[in-house]
């Protein structure tokens, strides 16, 4: 059984938006590091935005910095990814990830790679269209 499961993908025009769901089955320690990846045809995973447990370190790709907004709801037992402004190219199949380890680079959150994550949801389809 997935411990993380992905949710609220969907069609969406260019400049509207879409909010995500990464739901914990409860099994995860709080302590672990959330993470949205995103997978177009033909290209690798890519980070898109990270979390820590305490949620208060928090890091995005610099192509959705001031769209996206990443965030925890404690009493859901998600993390959610808040799109706006949405592009043809945040196009993709967007992944929940968790990992055990925080990683700071002179305060900063890191969020690392794809083989840095312990396991992954199934995925969600996000299409982006006009």
């Known amino acids: 059984q997935w411990r993380v499961a992905e949710s609220g993908g969907g069609l969406a025009q260019v400049g509207g938006s879409l909010k995500l769901s990464c739901k914990d089955s409860?099994?995860?320690?709080?302590?672990?590091?959330v993470a949205w990846f995103r997978q177009a045809p033909g290209k690798e995973r890519e980070m898109v935005s990270c979390?820590?447990?305490?949620?208060?370190?928090?890091s995005y790709e610099d192509s959705v910095k001031g769209r996206f907004t990443i965030s925890r709801d404690k009493a859901k037992n998600t993390v959610d990814l808040q799109m706006s402004s949405l592009k043809f190219e945040d196009t993709a199949v967007y992944f929940c990830?968790?990992?055990?380890?925080?990683?700071?680079?002179?305060?900063?959150?890191?969020?690392?790679?794809?083989?840095?994550?312990?396991?992954w949801g199934r995925g969600t389809q996000v299409t982006v269209s006009s």
């Open positions: 990830g968790f990992r055990s380890l925080q990683r700071l680079m002179y305060g900063e959150m890191q969020c690392g790679t794809e083989g840095e994550y312990d396991g």
């Open positions: 979390i820590n447990g305490a949620g208060n370190k928090i």
């Open positions: 409860g099994s995860l320690p709080d302590y672990y590091t």
